[in-house]
């Protein structure tokens, strides 16, 4: 009975060993911002242990190696290094100009990593892949490697909703309540916010069109001049969408069946241990710890001297320990309750129960991050999708928005005053963590379980919105309603006509029955 019970155990497991299929995948995390790369590398590591084969073309190397994970490095643009101190010296420009400077970023770093060695190889090699994995950030002729190594396109977006990845399955965006990621409006907008949100969206759907898309369609022929379908066919029969978004953190929206979800996957669920002098640094601190990162693209270090001054000067005055992402190990005029370092585990410091809030640029991982572990924070937004993260932030209640342009030492230690003596802040982010951590499924898997799926199902045609097929005057019912609405008008019209026609020739009968009456 015992050798029956082992030989059908073992054709039980030869039979599931026969339904695991492994993958080939190519993932493209082109950008130099470390963030990003955080988001993409999750998902790829995980892939590569549930046993695919994961090739990863990236500026930033895997740390430890891991089995099936094989990493193509590509050049660290001194651009993207300087790109964060720039922003900080332009906030007083206007949206639309920092937005055509973003764009043109993009092209030059598209062109980059193109023109890679590295790239250029893999290129040519007779390497063979299931689908490409690209992340969706300004750099659209990268979507090229799908259509040459004639497999599916998966999109990665590092963060929300936005034009660069709706379109490439047709999920749609009203403007009357979906606000553009570059503002800072929530999805009950007054009569001006949805004028300003209309309108700024008509400017990026020109900026795209009439600019940018055809500037990197150029750029997609130049490097794939055997492909057979163009860049923006391509783009717009992605296979799947994965989104760093979820709705807690956000606001709801509609999005189609094959744009999915997933914000938060690079999360660790169990905190690591610390290194000893930070985890002692921590747990000496009788009154807690604030946490304060600008993120790895902005840094601290390109803060402004009067800035940076206001910020010590604050922190001096604290009976709270600070732990600060700063990328200079001198730090003039450092108080000793101030600890710094160039890169802070960030996520398992935020787990730590004696971490009190956290002052961040109000990135999407930040933000998350922090909503996750229970902290509410401090935001002081320099860029695109902060302004809108920290205006979620304030009207959940679990955050606090601060003006970079308008900086002091006395606003700064209100907020901070305000955040450590209103306990609000707290349970409110509590609240706003359990309705984010209430999932069916945890974010990893649910995208590994996606992209398995498209693969599996030979792209997921079935998936594909027939919207994208549409021009626009037929996706906007445009043809319908000139015909409805103008064929409605004619038929108005003629009945006009027909009644004045009528009534003038009763007026003409009339008249003709006058005459003859006097004349007899």
């Not at 369609?217 to 163009?230: L, Q, T, V």
């Not at 606001?251 to 069946?257: C, E, K, L, S, T």
């Not at 919207?467 to 409605?488: A, E, N, P």
Request: hydrophobic content about 45%.
């Amino acid at each position: 009975m015992h050798l029956l019970s082992v030989i059908l155990m073992a054709i039980a497991m030869l039979l599931c060993a026969s339904n695991l299929q492994a993958y080939r995948f190519l993932g493209v995390l082109h950008s130099r911002i470390r963030s990003h790369h955080i988001v993409g590398s999750s998902l790829f590591k995980e892939l590569a242990r549930r046993g695919h084969q994961v090739t990863v073309i990236s500026p930033f190397p895997i740390k430890k190696p891991l089995a099936n994970y094989i990493y193509i490095e590509t050049y660290k643009s001194a651009q993207m290094d300087s790109a964060g101190g720039f922003l900080l010296q332009t906030t007083g420009g206007s949206i639309t100009e920092g937005i055509w400077n973003f764009h043109e970023m993009g092209l030059n770093m598209t062109r980059t990593f193109l023109e890679e060695s590295n790239v250029q190889a893999l290129i040519a090699s007779n390497q063979t892949f299931d689908a490409v994995i690209c992340e969706i950030f300004l750099a659209e002729a990268l979507y090229g490697l799908s259509e040459h190594y004639n497999v599916p396109l998966i999109g990665l977006g590092t963060f929300g909703a936005h034009p660069w990845n709706t379109d490439m399955v047709g999920s749609p965006s009203p403007p009357s309540y979906v606000a553009s990621a570059m503002l800072p409006f929530n999805d009950r907008m007054t009569l001006w916010q949805r004028v300003g949100n209309f309108a700024y969206n008509i400017f990026e759907r020109l900026l795209l069109d009439l600019y940018y898309l055809p500037k990197q369609a150029a750029i997609y022929r130049e490097f794939f001049p055997h492909n057979k379908r163009d860049m923006y066919e391509v783009r717009r029969n992605a296979a799947l969408v994965l989104l760093n978004q979820h709705v807690s953190l956000s606001f709801p929206r509609p999005y189609v069946h094959n744009q999915i979800e997933v914000g938060g996957m690079h999360i660790n669920r169990k905190r690591s241990p610390l290194p000893a002098d930070l985890e002692r640094f921590i747990n000496e601190s009788k009154h807690g710890v604030i946490y304060f990162s600008m993120g790895s693209y902005l840094r601290s270090k390109f803060l402004p001297l009067e800035k940076r001054k206001a910020i010590l000067e604050t922190f001096r005055g604290l009976k709270q320990r600070i732990l600060w992402k700063f990328e200079d190990p001198q730090l003039e005029g450092k108080p000793d309750n101030v600890y710094i370092s160039e890169w802070f585990p960030q996520d398992d410091i935020l787990a730590h129960p004696n971490v009190k809030f956290f002052i961040t640029h109000g990135g999407l991982l930040s933000t998350t991050e922090s909503i996750y572990h229970g902290k509410p924070f401090i935001g002081i937004p320099i860029f695109a999708d902060q302004f809108l993260n920290m205006n979620r932030a304030e009207a959940g209640g679990y955050g606090i928005s601060m003006d970079y342009a308008s900086f002091t030492r006395d606003k700064f230690k209100a907020a901070i005053e305000r955040m450590l003596n209103d306990d609000s802040y707290a349970k409110r982010v509590a609240a706003v963590s359990a309705i984010y951590r209430d999932q069916p499924i945890n974010p990893l898997d649910l995208a590994a379980y996606w992209v398995e799926y498209v693969v599996r199902h030979k792209g997921a045609k079935h998936l594909h919105c027939v919207g994208q097929d549409l021009s626009f005057i037929q996706y906007h019912s445009i043809d319908s309603m000139l015909i409805l609405f103008g064929g409605l008008a004619l038929a108005i019209l003629l009945t006009i006509l027909l009644i004045r026609l009528i009534w003038g020739w009763l007026q003409f009968a009339l008249a003709r029955k006058d005459i003859k009456d006097k004349t007899h």
